[in-house]
């Protein structure tokens, strides 16, 4: 098996951006090997003009071998479901035995919500902002494996036009609707790649050609993220236009990008750009704001989404539920399960027997109680320093919910210091005489509708009508059976209603990935962030370092600027 970490990226356009440890080999005859979509080898050997010790080791960097793949009626198919599996290996790629970057960036990066018991690779510094570390450096801070994902992109989107109809309708009846398709999906998954990357570093090197000549291919600089985000909205566009609603098939639900999937996106890149185009302003561009506001009321009109039945919430994270958008295929159905899931480190030997009876990672108690509360009453003597005397009166406290249905499903062991969490819990043993061979099937969610829906709140406050924020978020609340005490009363003030919105999307979305850019977007990161300062915070201190290793063949590339000088 080819060692992931080492080697070449297959793709032209990316081979003057990602790392190599010897670059002088760019050309070197390597092979990305996806089990999970074989007949994308072909395409992977064939259009990144790379050769393979095992695969036409002595095909010439100018052969035809891309016009033989591209007269395959199933080329398009292949070279899709080969962008998926590009995608799901770039957001689940991680240390091993830790857990995926995609919840990396976005769960543990504020030091709320995960705690960890054990771990060979200093990651409680993460939630404490110290992110210099090689290891984080080299991994996380490595942005390869998503200039993969859109350099298959780019790929597809190049060729996809050319292959004629003539070869398509001997495997389609709609040689044309079937091009739209793939190829909406492709301006998709480089959309959500790119959205992916400006999120985590800002500015990010912009591809949007795939090039023939890997030697030639020019050397790429950062580009602004504002040029950055104005791709992602253009490639949305795009692929809206080819996509349609609905999906042909049950298997296609949620794990096939969509209409529904890019508006999804593009609500959130409007919402991000609102309010990170300007670091040093708390004031959100209400431009994007109310075109996110449009985009959100389309997709809720259109799309033909439901939320799940709150009596089944478990099967919403197993996948293709009523309520998802967009979610990767991690499932044991089709032997797509994860034996590296950050999921399974939450777990113990009540759950998969081979495992420790301490879990290597738990949820913080101060997650629990800040997030499920609700309000307890008693008559008591209270002090009074004005008046100097004891008064009996009514005194408020807070206590755990533990009616709402996301706390009973999602967490076990909650007295106890270190919460168990069982979100993703769903595990198949593929030796279940012995309980051996644990993989988990729980599908990676990215966008589903309680996520959107929640959306409409912040915008009502950034549009000043917390009254319709309120609304938003007791339905929430009173949805999932939370206790009637946590339900916000009328009158409060507009910064009152944002923080209690954080609380609300950090009990709907807890190990979703979206938290921590909650928090940016919502400047509430003081609440629940200890080490982002607001001096951090205006320098651009939340985007995350790039692998020094990066800089080696590419003159043109520099540091995240607040990390310059600190690693």
């Given at each position: 098996?080819v ?12 081979s003057?951006?990602v ?5 002088n ?23 990144s ?24 009626p199933?080329?398009?198919e ?62 996380y ?7 993969k ?21 001997l495997e ?22 790119y959205?992916m ?18 030697i ?8 602004p ?15 809206i ?23 999804a ?28 506001d ?23 994270f197993?996948?293709r ?6 979610e990767?295929?991690?499932?044991e159905?089709?032997?797509?399960g ?45 002090w ?21 249905v ?23 043993f ?6 051996l061979e644990?993989?988990?099937?729980n ?12 959306l ?5 406050l ?15 609340r ?34 979703e ?24 915070f205006?320098?651009?201190g ?26």
């Open positions: 098996m060692n992931m970490r080492a080697m070449v990226i297959q793709s032209p356009e990316s003057r951006l790392w190599s440890y010897n670059f080999q760019r050309i070197m005859k390597t092979l990305f090997i996806i089990n999970y979509w074989k007949l994308v080898l072909l395409l992977a050997i064939g259009l003009c790379v050769s393979c010790n095992k695969f036409l080791e002595e095909e010439p960097r100018n052969s035809t071998y891309k016009e033989v793949y591209w007269k395959d199933k080329a398009g292949s070279a899709i479901a080969g962008n998926y599996a590009l995608l799901r290996n770039a957001l689940m790629d991680g240390f091993y035995g830790v857990g995926n970057r995609y919840y990396i960036y976005g769960d543990m990066t504020p030091d709320i919500y995960i705690g960890i018991n054990r771990d060979s690779y200093s990651h409680p510094e993460i939630g404490k902002g110290n992110w210099t570390s090689n290891y984080f450096a080299q991994s801070g490595n942005w390869t494996v998503f200039y994902t859109i350099a298959m992109s780019n790929i597809i989107l190049k060729e996809m036009p050319l292959v004629s109809n003539d070869i398509l309708i389609q009846t709609d040689p044309e609707a079937f091009r739209k398709k793939i190829m909406g999906q492709a301006y998709f998954i480089r959309a959500f790649s959205f990357l400006t999120r985590i570093w800002g500015d990010v090197p912009l591809v949007t050609e795939a090039y023939d000549d890997p030639n291919a020019p050397h790429l600089g950062r580009t993220r504002i040029a950055v985000m104005k791709q992602i909205e253009e490639d949305c566009r795009h692929a236009g080819l996509l349609s609603w609905g999906y042909k098939t049950t298997a296609e639900r949620a794990v096939t990008a969509n209409r529904g999937s890019a508006y996106l593009m609500a959130h890149l409007y919402l991000w750009r609102a309010t990170t185009a300007d670091l040093a302003s708390n004031t959100p561009i209400m431009d994007d704001v109310t075109r996110a449009t985009t959100i009321n389309t997709l809720l009109a259109q799309g033909g989404y439901t939320l799940a039945d709150t009596a089944k919430y478990a099967d919403v197993k996948g539920s009523s309520e998802g958008i967009f990767l295929n991690v499932s159905n089709t032997l797509e994860s034996s590296a899931h950050i999921g399974m480190k939450f777990l113990n030997s009540d759950y998969i027997p081979t495992y420790a009876a301490t879990a290597d990672f738990f949820t913080k108690p101060a997650y629990l109680s800040s997030h499920f509360y609700k309000i307890e009453e008693k008559e008591d003597w209270v009074h320093e004005d008046i100097r005397q004891w008064v009996w009166e009514t005194v408020q406290s807070r206590g755990l919910d533990t009616l709402d996301r706390f009973k499903n999602n967490f076990v062991n909650y007295t106890s210091d270190k919460p168990v969490c069982i979100k993703y819990s769903n595990i198949v593929r030796n279940p005489g012995q309980q644990p993989y988990n099937s599908n990676l969610i990215l966008f589903r509708l309680s996520d959107i829906k929640l409409q709140a912040e915008i009502a950034y549009q000043n009508n917390p009254g319709r924020a309120i609304t938003i978020i007791n339905a929430s009173a949805r999932y059976g939370a206790d009637p005490s946590s339900l916000l009363k009328p009158g409060l003030t507009k910064t009152e209603v944002m923080k209690e919105y954080i609380i609300e999307r950090g009990k709907e979305l807890y190990l990935g979206h938290l921590f850019f909650d928090m940016i977007r919502t400047r509430t990161y003081s609440d629940h962030i200890t080490w982002l300062s607001e001096a951090r205006k320098q651009g939340f985007f995350w370092p790039v692998d020094p290793r990066l800089f080696s063949e590419n003159r043109l590339l520099v540091q995240t600027a607040y990390w310059r000088g600190k690693i």
